[in-house]
């Protein structure tokens, strides 16, 4: 076996993982309309990829407000669950372990997506920037587009929506997950809220650093309440560095991202999450996240780091035996090779990604990638 390292066991909250190799959320839209509801596609394409010591679902809108792109699932109706109780158990089959991404895309999204032809919500009515949203167009096909200018949500509306993360975490458990993951990275709502260039709020949520993670602090002990922290786990993507690619829009990068995500690192360890995501960017010579960052984050929480970027199987290797990570996600990779674990752990070689496919779509690109025949 190459690659021992990531065929280690390792513990994640009450589960024992079979290895360190994760699939990370990836969006991939194509959940069934009308309603965004998971179908028996996407249920072979996670049965097919439950080789992973865990697996992650792509972000799942907690509510109608909550979606930015066409075609991506929810988890707030009673037919959505359904859907995702045959995921669930198509995964739970080959003994995989999976857990619900929780999305509200907030003010990156467009009228033509919000209930009603509303205009998307946020901390601010400052319009997202350097991001483009994907809008239906016709049925079955779509174009991108500039997000909406969004309308800031009063403060009662605020705690509505701490408790609409607790209900989609409710709705989890009841399709079966063994877990979720709240996404607050990429520049969504949580993230518009920590951030200071979305957050020009005046009351409780607003200002001050301690003030701008109190939506943070809200929901993760609101999802943690309903699920255990040890079932829970939060995604980040802490930019030191940006890009004007707009197809690379990851979020915004924080006078000092350092500082930033340190205290909401450290709100978490004070809940006690399972495991914290870090998506580091992932741009054509992109920098690495500084080792001083990933030292204090080691020194911070003391639950399971998960890294994702563009991680070779040797640079993953890298990161777990330096200390500094202890699961690795593939997205690319994983998305071109479903027995992506096995191709790593043989050497074998890997299926190229073709990327028209990867959004939107039919079975083609999606659960037509060839296992390894050796």
């Known amino acids: 076996m190459t690659h021992k390292t990531l065929f280690t066991n390792t513990q994640l909250g009450p589960y024992q993982l079979r290895n360190r190799i994760v699939l990370p959320p990836l969006t991939r839209s194509r959940s069934s309309q009308p309603g965004n509801i998971p179908n028996d596609l996407m249920a072979t394409y996670y049965r097919q990829r439950a080789g992973a010591g865990f697996m992650v679902t792509e972000g799942a809108q907690i509510e109608p407000r909550g979606q930015g792109y066409a075609w991506t699932p929810g988890i707030y109706s009673p037919e959505q669950i359904e859907g995702w109780k045959k995921v669930t158990a198509a995964v739970h089959g080959e003994g995989g372990i999976i857990f619900a991404q929780l999305w509200h895309v907030g003010r990156v999204s467009h009228t033509s997506l919000q209930p009603h032809g509303g205009d998307p919500v946020g901390p601010s009515t400052l319009p997202a920037n350097n991001v483009k949203v994907f809008i239906e167009t016709a049925p079955g096909a779509g174009a991108l587009t500039d997000p909406s200018t969004p309308r800031a949500l009063s403060n009662a509306e605020v705690k509505e929506i701490v408790q609409l993360y607790a209900q989609a975490a409710r709705n989890a458990l009841e399709a079966g997950f063994d877990g979720v993951e709240i996404h607050c990275a990429n520049g969504y709502l949580v993230n518009q809220f920590i951030s200071a260039h979305s957050n020009f709020r005046t009351d409780e949520y607003g200002g ?15 999802v943690a309440d309903v699920v255990g922290a040890d079932r829970l786990g939060v995604r980040f993507a802490p930019l030191f560095a940006s890009t004007d690619e707009e197809r690379v829009y990851l979020g915004m990068v924080e006078e000092n991202p350092h500082e930033t ?13 399972a495991y914290l995501s870090l998506a580091e960017a992932d741009w054509e010579d992109a920098p690495e996240l500084p080792d001083s960052f990933r030292s204090a984050v080691r020194e911070t929480f003391s639950g399971r780091i998960l890294y994702a970027g563009k991680y070779t199987a040797q640079r993953a290797e890298g990161a777990i035996s330096a200390g500094w990570a202890d699961l690795i996600a593939f997205g690319r990779p994983f998305i071109a090779n479903p027995d992506l674990p096995d191709r790593i752990a043989n050497d074998w070689p890997l299926n190229p990604l073709d990327a028209a496919s990867v959004y939107g779509g039919t079975e083609q690109g999606y659960i037509d990638y060839p296992a390894y025949q050796h």
Do not use: D, M, P, W
């Open 261 to 273: 995500y340190i205290k909401a690192i450290k709100v978490l360890e004070e809940i006690g999450i």
């Open 208 to 222: 001050s650093l301690h003030n701008r993670l109190r939506f943070l602090r809200e929901v993760t002990q609101a």
